[in-house]
Structures are given as C-alpha cells and as structure tokens.
C-alpha cells in the first residue's frame, strides 16, 4: 500500500527506509517505506508489523522492541543520563524514563518526533531531530542506545564517532533474521 501510494506522488524517486539514521537508497518493507526520510503516507507510520512502530500505549509496540529498551533500563546505573538515537516515536526513551534515567530522543524523521513529543514526552524525556549521518555535538551522556539502526546507514563512521564522544557507553543492536526476520 505505501509503495504503491509512493509511486503514485514521486515516480521518479526510488523508495528508501525512513526513520532509522540515514536512509538509503534500496527496497524497504512496504510498512517503513518513504522518500526524503519521511513517511509517505499517514499508513506507513500506523503498521506495526516491522521496523516503525507507532503506538499510542507501550503495550501496543511489539514485545522484542519493548525488550530491547527495558533490557538496557535495567542495565544502566540508576539515574543515567542517556542518549537514544534513532528513537523513532519515543516509546524507548519513555521507558528508560519510567526506569528512572534521563533520556534525549533523537531521530531523522520530523513526524516520528512530533509523536514522541505528543505522546511519549515527560519531565525526563527530550526529543530532537538528527541525521545519523551528520549528528554534530550530541553533548555529553552515561551512556547511548542505537537500536535496530546501524544496518541502515551507509556508513556509520559519524554517528559511531559521535556516540562515542558524547558517551562511554553503547547499547546497541541488529536484527538478527535467523530469529527474528523482518
């Protein structure tokens, strides 16, 4: 359905995957497909069944990417300050939020920001818009989550560098098909 409504509104443009760092020029599940690194449709954000998950309530967001984020709430010292970069709509960092940490949401994709900030947003949750592929100065954090980002991105030299700057520590993590296929 998004591919299609895509090729309708930009024929000359090849669909990218949007929302995840840096988007890149290859085919994308329909439900994650954009061009310009935004979504195409007000449907491609809604579908949960892959990458992009859009929900209204943390327990509407598919368990493994729910995991993720209360597996490295509980591994962080107790207050820490920390970067979640491509936080898509922000249910991650509201996570890391209610485990007690201070988290700053980052993500290339305007409208997956103005939802976190709607919905997802508290006293101890900021979100921005970034590009993984040139993140300047994130500041300086505890630690940094990345997760089901790094595949995307073309070269990930920048946004590795920057996290590195702005945090000693990295959480991160790639889809692995074998088990969980996308």
Known sequence: LCRAALAEARP?????????????????????????????REECMTQNAGERQVATKIEDVRRDHVARYEWAAKRLPAGSAVIDFACGVGYGCRIMADAGHTVAGFDIDAAAIAHAESTFSGAR????????????????????????????????????????????????????????PF
């Open 12 to 40: 000359d443009r090849q669909p990218v995957i949007a929302g995840h760092g840096r988007a890149l020029a290859r085919p994308a599940p329909d439900h994650v497909t954009g061009t310009d690194n935004t979504l195409a």
């Open 125 to 180: 949750t900021t979100f921005a818009l970034r590009d993984a592929a040139d993140p300047g100065d994130l500041g300086s954090f505890d630690a940094a989550t990345c997760f089901e980002t790094i595949e995307h991105i073309e070269d990930t030299r920048a946004l590795l560098l920057a996290l590195r700057k702005a945090a000693p520590v990295l959480l991160a993590s790639v889809p692995n098909e074998d088990v969980i």
